[in-house]
T-cell receptor, first 116, second 116 residues
Framework: GAGVSQSPSNKVTEKGKDVELRCDPI?????LYWYRQSLGQGLEFLIY????????KSGLPSDRFSAERTGGSVSTLTIQRTQQEDSAVYLC??????????????FGPGTRLTVL | GDSVTQMEGPVTLSEEAFLTINCTYT??????LFWYVQYPGEGLQLLLK?????DKGSNKGFEATYRKETTSFHLEKGSVQVSDSAVYFC???????????????FGKGTKLSVIP
């Protein structure tokens, strides 16, 4: 079956512009995560959605970052007024649920964001 | 907060050599432990996992044992192949840390290169 897909695969933008990154999770997966992979910081958790519950936003680095998940499926990560330090690979993952025994996360290929 | 420390790379080995990548962790609760692998040009994939003390995760000839007494989860393989060249990430998930979600906390990653 189809895995997690992300678009675009690459995004180049100018400092100060807004960007939107999209994630399509595996069908039937209720949990969705965003992570950021950068050279200096490694892999960092950003935000987590589980069903209709309020998202866990504890990893968002600033209020320029936001995310939504519509209809419990597709998610969009928005970065406003991008800065050069936002350059990174943004990874999305999904899992069947938050049950302790089935929370293997499946990762998408990522979106490489470059802020000039 | 929770953290994962893994040995710095890069690691270069000859084919059929023995591999060990050290990983230690600190966690508030009783975490599950994971090794993820990222092959060149591909997304993160789960390699193996262990959910309780003394569990051994294994896959593709790789093994790691959950050692609660030493808070470690070292990755080993008896005979590496060129196709094992990749970046390896140790990670934990600690749903009892108080954050209420199952995000993964990753180590910095260890790049392995296997030469013929």
């Amino acid at each position: 079956g189809a895995g997690v897909s992300q678009s675009p695969s690459n995004k180049v933008t100018e400092k100060g512009k807004d960007v939107e990154l999209r994630c399509d999770p595996i069908s039937g997966h209720t949990a969705l995560y965003w992570y950021r992979q950068s050279l200096g910081q490694g892999l960092e958790f950003l935000i987590y959605f589980q069903g209709n519950s309020a998202p866990d936003k504890s990893g968002l680095p600033s209020d320029r970052f936001s995310a939504e998940r519509t209809g419990g499926s597709v998610s969009t990560l928005t970065i406003q007024r991008t800065q050069q330090e936002d350059s990174a690979v943004y990874l999305c993952a999904s899992s069947l649920g938050s049950d302790y025994s089935v929370h293997e996360q499946f990762f998408g290929p990522g979106t490489r964001l470059t802020v000039l | 907060g929770d953290s994962v420390t893994q040995m710095e790379g890069p690691v270069t080995l000859s084919e059929e050599a023995f591999l060990t990548i050290n990983c230690t962790y600190t966690a508030t609760g009783y975490p599950s432990l994971f090794w993820y692998v990222q092959y060149p040009g591909e997304g993160l994939q789960l390699l193996l996992k262990a959910t309780k003390a003394d569990d051994k995760g294994s896959n593709k000839g790789f093994e790691a044992t959950y050692r609660k007494e030493t808070t470690s989860f070292h990755l080993e393989k008896g005979s590496v192949q060129v196709s094992d060249s990749a970046v390896y990430f140790c990670a934990l998930s600690d749903p009892y840390s108080g954050a209420g979600s199952y995000q993964l906390t990753f180590g910095k990653g260890t790049k392995l290169s296997v030469i013929p």
